[in-house]
């Protein structure tokens, strides 16, 4: 930089702006203020909830998970003494117990099986009821969506009188025509369950992407059938990637609904032997706390199970954000 360059002098604008605020930070007017304290009067009330029913029980199980309790007295048995700090040994107890990977593994294989049937079924659904030459669009909305509001435990019941045999008018037709069913064995009951999930959530995430299939403009199904589209290839070319992002939501709810079954194998817990304790993580978590009295164990299975959610989301995030990048 030169010479002239450097004493030249300052633009006028400039030097009236230093005038004008003297160096000092621009004072906020009343208005501003008034919104300021009304936007955090507003967030206030969900920061506490938050915290509270979120961040609070998250923060108690890692506190939890890293503590262990131990006894005195003759065999364990004269007392309870205060928590001490255990640092990674729950942990460690988790990971060695076979019967908690297995449930993991179990759950793992039910969502590759799951998942993908049931967004390919919510996401025919979806282009179904928004075609042009569907009837009864509202009525059929609503018979889908309807399984969503039945409870997961009370879903589990009504399945479960489906699947028990003697009782089951599915087992009576498929012995009336030769077949030998059983819901309920060690090599069907987890898919018993995945159709109970299925039932119940295809709806949903139905729901979902009819609400993104909403927000795409008119005018691109307009111009597609003027160029000679069929509706195969407008629900292909136009409306598949224009619902991507609600894909990869429902994609993502999903995988963390999976890792936490627990519901549907604890209703059918008492018809099935093949379900045990350990069935999935969050069974095995839950007899830990309830059953083996062991609650900071089954916090750190608690975690772990999260921390696996939490990879899983992200990585299918990340997974599915390159696909869009190569196409893009």
């Given at each position: ?11 006028v ?20 203020a ?28 890692l ?10 007295g003759?065999?364990?048995l004269g007392?309870r003494?205060?928590?001490a ?7 460690a ?7 908690f ?20 079924l ?6 179904l009821l ?11 909305r ?14 589990s019941?009504?399945?479960?009188f489906?699947?028990v045999?003697g ?12 077949w030998?069913?059983?819901?309920l ?5 987890l898919?018993?369950?995945a ?5 119940q ?13 909403k927000?795409?403009?008119g005018?691109?199904?307009e111009?597609?059938?003027i ?22 939501l ?7 609904g999976t890792l ?6 604890m ?19 839950y007899?830990?706390?309830f059953?083996?009295?062991?609650q900071?164990?089954?916090a750190?299975?608690?975690v772990l ?5 939490c ?12 696909r869009?990048?190569?196409r893009g």
């Open positions: 930089m030169s010479r002239d360059t450097l004493s030249r002098p300052e633009p604008v400039r030097k009236r702006a230093r005038k004008d605020t003297g160096g000092r930070p621009r004072r906020v007017s009343r208005t501003e008034r919104n300021a304290r009304a936007a955090a009067g507003f967030l206030l009330p969900f920061l506490a909830l938050f915290g509270l029913c979120f961040i609070a029980p998250i923060g108690y199980a506190y939890q998970s890293l503590q262990k309790t131990e006894r005195t003759p065999l364990g007392g003494e205060q928590e700090f255990a640092g990674l040994a729950n942990y107890h988790a990971l060695a117990d076979d019967r990977l297995t449930g993991f593994g179990r759950v793992l294989l039910f969502g590759a099986v799951q998942i993908p049937l049931m967004i390919v919510a996401t025919a659904l979806a282009l928004e075609s042009a030459s569907a009837r009864g669009v509202a009525f059929f609503g018979a889908f969506f309807l399984p969503y509001g039945v409870p997961g435990v009370i879903a019941i009504l399945w479960g489906l699947y045999p009782i089951s008018p599915l087992v009576k037709i498929a012995d009336f025509a030769g030998d069913v059983d819901f064995s060690r090599g069907t009951v898919w018993s369950i159709n109970i999930v299925t039932w959530f295809t709806g949903y995430n139905m729901l979902v992407l009819i609400a993104q299939l927000a795409v403009p005018e691109l199904y111009a597609a059938r160029d000679g589209a069929s509706a195969w290839q407008v629900a292909r070319h136009i409306k598949l990637p224009l619902i991507r992002p609600a894909l990869v429902t994609t993502v709810f999903s995988i963390i936490q079954l627990f519901a549907e194998p209703v059918l817990r008492p018809l099935a032997s093949s379900i045990d304790s350990g069935f999935t993580p969050n069974l095995h978590a007899s830990e706390a059953v083996g009295n062991n900071h164990v089954a750190a299975e608690a199970l999260a921390l696996v959610a990879v899983l989301s992200l990585g299918f995030l990340r997974l599915a954000g390159g869009a990048e190569e």
